[in-house]
């Protein structure tokens, strides 16, 4: 079992373009905090940090549940914001855009340490994203991955951080999604990302293994090793789905055991009611109705092996333009109240 860094262990370590002034204003304006202090500074809406004793993780009171529940509050929709706030007021990943990625990794890690807390990071820019679908893109060659990669761990510095390291690149070489000339190029840009973030002071890396519905741990373990978990801090579950947490925890405790017995943390944003089992079976995964928030982001599992309940996928963010959604990453508000209202 990996004895190395943990995500919230806070003695060790203490989403694009639209957001990064709002991290770079937070990071120059913020105090530090310690516990009695959470509730005093809410930037413009309100939102404050969460109990240290609840997780170490950073809420940013700028982002974009935080604005739309502050709006909804001024115009008189009290209901609605107070839906709203049930996203706003808990930690979200921020997901690092391509544009300025080393001032967006320093805006918000200094923000997050100048509150007392973790940042939590995506990084969804490899090539050949998502195999042309949704959210299809990513950086336009291995030198530019690197580069951002680099970019990013300048950001970082020796502030704290956790990162999820590119979501679906390891699955989608399992599942044939991603042709099979770009597997040698994707094994060694995954390995050299974690690699590179591993080697910071005071980052914690996991690497996207998948969920609980694609198909098998046997399936993974290997393309999981050829991409460096082994020098990762462990690996993600469920990332932007809807399965449970205990099938979730199935999931990742038998792959868990085929990988050295490493770590894991699950996404547990929209899972309150589990995957949706209607309509087109290959789109069960985008926008799905009837869905609910999961879960509270905490590092008190109950689990020695999961590190963290996390919020990784954004919670009222698009999965992609279908069900009526707008592109990936946008920001649904109908979608929003829809999943915070579902979780009573």
């Known amino acids: 079992m990996d004895g190395g860094r943990r995500a919230g262990r806070t003695s060790a370590r203490r989403i694009s373009a639209a957001v990064l002034g709002a991290a770079l204003l937070l990071a120059g304006c913020s105090g530090t905090k310690d516990a009695k202090d959470d509730a005093k500074d809410g930037g413009g809406t309100g ?17 974009t549940a935080a604005h739309e529940a502050a709006a909804l509050a ?34 918000f890690t200094e923000a997050a340490a100048k509150a007392g807390r973790t940042a939590l990071l995506v990084l969804y820019n490899v090539p050949h994203r998502d195999c042309g679908q949704y959210s299809q893109g990513g950086a336009a060659d291995g030198d530019a991955y690197r580069a951002f990669v680099a970019a990013v761990a300048e950001g970082i510095g020796d502030r704290p951080a956790t990162v999820i390291l ?20 994707r094994y060694d840009l995954l390995k050299g990302a ?45 990332v932007s789905n809807f399965y449970s947490t205990e099938d979730s925890l ?29 309509g087109d079976p290959g789109e069960r995964w985008c926008n799905p109705p009837g869905r609910a928030l999961g879960e509270t982001p905490t590092t008190e599992t109950a689990d020695p092996l999961v590190d963290a309940y996390l919020w990784i996928k954004r919670p009222g963010e698009s999965d992609g333009e279908c069900k009526g959604g707008p592109r990936a ?16």
């Open 47 to 63: 939102i404050t940090q969460r109990p240290a004793a609840e997780g170490p993780f950073w809420v940013n009171p700028e982002g």
């Open 74 to 107: 001024r115009d008189g929709k009290k209901d609605q914001a107070a839906q709203i706030r049930k996203i706003a007021a808990y930690p979200t990943a921020e997901w690092i855009s391509p544009e300025n990625p080393r001032e967006q990794a320093r805006g």
């Open 166 to 185: 590119e979501p679906d690149a390891v699955l989608h070489l399992v599942d044939g999604c991603t042709p099979e000339e770009f597997h040698e190029e």
């Open 194 to 238: 974690v690699a590179t973030l591993a080697a910071l002071k005071d980052t914690a890396v996991y690497l996207d293994a998948g969920n609980a519905g694609w198909g098998d741990p046997d399936q993974i373990h290997e393309p999981l090793t050829w991409a460096g978990v082994g020098q990762a801090d462990g690996f993600a579950v469920n």
């Open 250 to 278: 199935a999931y990742g405790k038998r792959l868990s055991a085929k990988v050295g017995g490493k770590h894991f943390v699950i996404d547990t944003s929209r899972n309150g009611n589990g995957p949706y089992t209607g």
């Open 329 to 344: 990453g946008r920001w649904w508000p109908a979608y929003a109240l829809d999943l915070a209202r579902a979780s009573g």
